[in-house]
């Protein structure tokens, strides 16, 4: 246990430039917070060259020549391996889903083959194609990685990362963190108790300290998952602060907004439901969704069949800046998930000045108490929510307001604190 500054070894999936979406994002802005507190050695499959943050070790693999490492055995690795079959799950927590394949020929009881595969993270997406094998292979090369480091604390975010967690921890004995940002629960259902659900629990239960992003999913892993609600710590999201302006809009009709993934997790048909109950009582509104993913055309398709298309716009994958533009003329932001671990978008929206109508099935209702909530399935109070919102200024100005004293305690530094705190309660590092 270290008396000084305590010595991090971070694993993740995503880092900037190299994201497919939240997880890269608050990994990176955590990162930076931390690195005020602790000295921080950060493992990733991929980075870019000259990318990283003042004070901090980032190591991609595909930037190590995996010829090079000493390989040990891998219990953990080859354990999962072996359980792996061919099956249907919701692949990629942060954009869409796709299939997830186990079993390869070139894998052995022994190893999955890394040695044969150097240039295994020099690729486009690391959700393409067979992310188990990815997953396995970042495991051996991150745990070969990590017996040369000096570290106190092994903190590692969301189930592509526990298998190597374990792994390190069992061969250098260091407690093991886990940074809980999206379950297979929250993708696909409580009926879900597939291969990444059992790799989630496994790793939350060979943990000594689960950090959930929100007490929603603290709930979640105890009731779910089964596990000591003694061990988990919930450390709510930051957020990056922007500069708020507002632009004026170029129809005369009012926007209501939806950002995220179109899949079941994030409730996309709820808001077309929506949609269709608020332009029942008020025409002048015009409703937009931004993202991509598997309801697309659903969506697509559906409006156009109840006579929506008019007003209900799908604009596909925007990035950063198209979506800041959206939110400077937007007038309700609505968030319908189903199970929403955190939900960055509200706050996004709350820095614009946009008053939220959010499902109370999310983290951010926890910490945007200012906004209007509504049980996901209750489609008649969001959309009277949002009309009362569109047409009463009192109303939309006290949320406004009670969103912003909201932001005041909503920042990464907050969140690196409530980490550092986590370690020192569960005796992890010195006090």
Known sequence: MSSGRPKILMLGWEFPPVINGGLGVACHDLCQALTSKADISLIIPKSKAGYGLPGM???????????????????????????????????????????????????????VGVKNFVNRFDIDSLYDGNVVEKVLCFSEMATAIALTKDFDVIHAHDWM??????????????????HVHSLEYDRSGEDSKGWVYQVEKKGMETADVLLPVSDYTANVIERHYHIDRKKIFTVHNGIRKV????????FPEK????????????????????????????????????????YYRHLLESSAYRHLSSRFHLTGFLNTEKLNY?????????????????????????????????????????????????????INKASDYIINLLVDHTLKQKVVEDGNRDLEHISWDISASKVIDAYKMHNLIAN
């Open 161 to 178: 990362t526990m298998i190597a967690g374990m792994e390190i921890k069992a061969r250098t004995g260091k407690p093991l963190v886990l």
């Open 326 to 378: 959206l939110l400077s003329m937007a007038d309700v932001y609505c968030m319908p998930s189903v199970s929403e671990p955190f939900g960055l978008s509200a706050v996004e929206a709350v820095q614009f000045g946009v008053p939220c109508v959010i499902s109370k099935q999310s983290g951010v209702a926890e910490v945007l108490k200012g906004s209007l909530k509504f049980d996901f399935w209750d």
């Open 243 to 250: 500069s708020q302006f507002r632009n004026d809009r170029k």
């Open 255 to 294: 926007i209501v907004l939806f950002v995220g993934r179109l899949t079941r997790q994030k409730g996309p048909e709820h808001f077309l439901d929506i949609a269709g109950k608020v332009l029942e009582k008020e025409k002048n509104v015009r409703f937009i969704m931004a993202g991509t993913g598997d």
């Open 57 to 111: 070790d980032l190591i991609g693999l595909n930037s190590i020549d995996a010829s090079t490492l000493s390989m040990p055995g891998f219990q953990f690795t080859n354990e999962f391996y072996r359980s792996a079959e061919m099956i249907n799950v919701e692949l990629n927590p942060y954009y869409q889903s796709s299939t997830l394949t186990g079993g390869s020929d070139y894998f052995s009881e022994t190893s």
